[in-house]
């Protein structure tokens, strides 16, 4: 059964830093392209960061130069470093991995960030 689970959330002041976890079983995340996504209240879900397989990322410009996406293949488990917040990155933020067959979620982990 594979289950991602993510961590790390929490309420901290604007310019703060948070570190986000997402660990998985069931699937061995070093093979998957896995990303982190985000969905405010009344607004859709967005991709935030995603970390290749062949070792590549990606940002959403949002975020560029203030997350970093990484992945510690002996723990399987894949981290969002979170720096300089604002209130506008409060959100719940979600890790997924895709594979040839389906999409996995976690549950989600709030993130609140005071002005």
């Known amino acids: 059964q594979v289950q991602l689970v993510e961590s790390g959330g929490g309420l901290v002041q604007a310019g703060g830093s948070l570190r986000l976890s997402c660990a998985a079983s069931?699937?061995?995340?070093?093979?998957?392209?896995v990303g982190w996504y985000r969905q405010a209240p009344g607004k859709e879900r967005e991709l935030v960061a995603v970390?290749?397989?062949?070792?590549?990322?990606n940002y959403a410009d949002s975020v560029k130069g203030r997350f970093a996406i990484s992945r510690d293949s002996a723990k399987n488990t894949v981290y969002l470093q979170m720096n300089t917040l604002s209130p506008e990155d409060t959100a719940v933020y979600y890790c997924?991995?895709?594979?040839?067959?389906?999409?996995?979620w976690g549950q989600g982990t709030q993130v609140t960030v005071s002005s």
């Open positions: 997924q991995a895709k594979t040839a067959w389906r999409d996995y």
């Open positions: 069931g699937i061995v995340f070093s093979i998957l392209d």
């Open positions: 970390g290749r397989s062949g070792g590549g990322t």
